[in-house]
């Protein structure tokens, strides 16, 4: 009674589920995508990547807004007013009188000034700019980075689960024709209800495996697509050549030198350290005086500094050179140059510990590559064995010198195997990737 209850639960959940899973992948397109054309779309279509591109664009323009600092300044202005009468009277306030002024006032003037010594200022300004574009371009480095190593997991998970529902469906296929012999045996009399009751709850398991598989698989497809810009209906396919030709364990000190060079991470780090300088030498621009040269020219009227007032227009030029200083920086600036040097001590020991962290990730994420072959080795040969064990079991349970529960155990030992296996191979290739984000080189 209990296993039929089971059998019957398992059935609805079975076919509950197939449904579900058929309407689902109703009005798909498959798409077949290789590893490169998966980061091309990425670098074409994914939202972080774009937002960090207008990020470096804006960066870009803020090294030019910058360098024009070092332009000179010209200003021009005019204006015009009416004047009202003036009123004269003597020094105690009395004998007033109206004083008739021109009414009419004009003014043009034009000054162009250009600075010629900043204390250092204006080049420590430029160059954070310049350091802050650079550190954008590594941080949009690093998040591409991320990026493609979160879309090769996912695309690798879906080689993953599409290798599964490949075992999945060749043991449901074995399963039934085993199924089939045993009720033609059972109809001979030569094996028991209890049998094929077992079986038949083996495909049970295998077939809700499958359908927890292929909706698995609908949940990944769905992240990539979201990743990749692409219409949710569409269904990628992973390349299955993918694990035709695994890579190469290459030495360790070979991944130590490539995440020197080019890891993100380590390159923010060195960027902070010359940002840090450049902020010592602006702390010690404010201590020293900033000198310009400037022209200019004026054009007033009427001229109201004569009694009575001239009803004509004033015009004068004038060149100079002028010497600026901030007299509180005498006791300020030491304050924010000793602390501009305890910012940079601070980078620095940031660096180093950049540094440190990733020749630590580079070390386990080399020896995790290496392990993966390992692993490999280890689940082919135990599928070798398993795929053994089960040819010797089926035939000794045809001839009845084997029970059925033998058969049930090498018929579940082989599909793990089976699955393991395609795990195993999955697993280099995500060493490697990872390996290679680490580096800086996915």
Known sequence: MIMRCIYGFLTILSVAGNTAHIYAQQAKQTVQLSVEQLFRLADENNTSIKQYQAAEAAAAE????????????????????????????????????????????????????????????????????????????????????????????????????????????????????????????????????????????????????????????????????????????????????????????????????????????????????????????LAQAERRPSISLFAGDKMDGPITVEVPPLNKNMNYWYVGVGVSFNLASLYKSPHAVRQ???????????????????HSDVREAYIRFSEAFDVCRIEEKNLELAAQNYSVVHNRYINDLALITDMLDADNAKLSAELEVANAQVGILFNWYRLKKIAGEL
């Open 340 to 358: 501009a040097k305890h910012s940079m001590t601070r980078a620095n020991t940031l660096k180093q510990l950049a540094a440190e962290q990733l």
């Open 62 to 281: 803020a090294v030019e807004v910058s360098r024009s600092e070092r332009l000179p300044s010209i200003n021009f202005a005019a204006s015009a007013s009416y004047l009202g009468n003036g009123w004269l009277t003597d020094r105690d306030f009395g004998n007033g009188m109206k004083a008739s002024i021109p009414h009419f006032g004009n003014n043009f003037a034009i000054e162009a000034a250009q600075v010629v010594y900043s204390g250092g200022a204006l080049s420590a300004g430029i160059a954070l700019s310049e350091l802050k574009r650079r550190a954008l371009q590594a941080e949009a480095e690093g998040n591409r980075q991320d990026i493609r190593f979160l879309l090769i997991g996912n695309y690798l998970e879906l080689y993953k689960l599409d290798n599964q529902v490949e075992v999945y469906r060749k043991n449901i296929e074995q399963t039934q024709r085993l199924l089939t012999e045993i009720r033609a045996r059972h109809k001979e009399g030569l094996a028991l209800r209890n049998d094929i009751t077992r079986y038949e709850l083996q495909l049970q398991r295998l077939e809700l495996a499958l359908t927890q598989t292929e909706n698995s698989r609908a949940i990944i497809n769905e992240r990539l697509t979201t990743l990749l810009g692409l219409e949710s209906q569409i269904r990628i396919e992973p390349d299955r050549s993918v694990t035709a030709e695994l890579p190469k364990v290459l030495s360790e000190g070979h991944w130590q030198e490539a995440a020197a060079d080019n890891a993100p991470a380590l390159r923010l780090a060195s960027i902070g350290v010359a940002q840090s300088e450049q902020g010592v030498r």
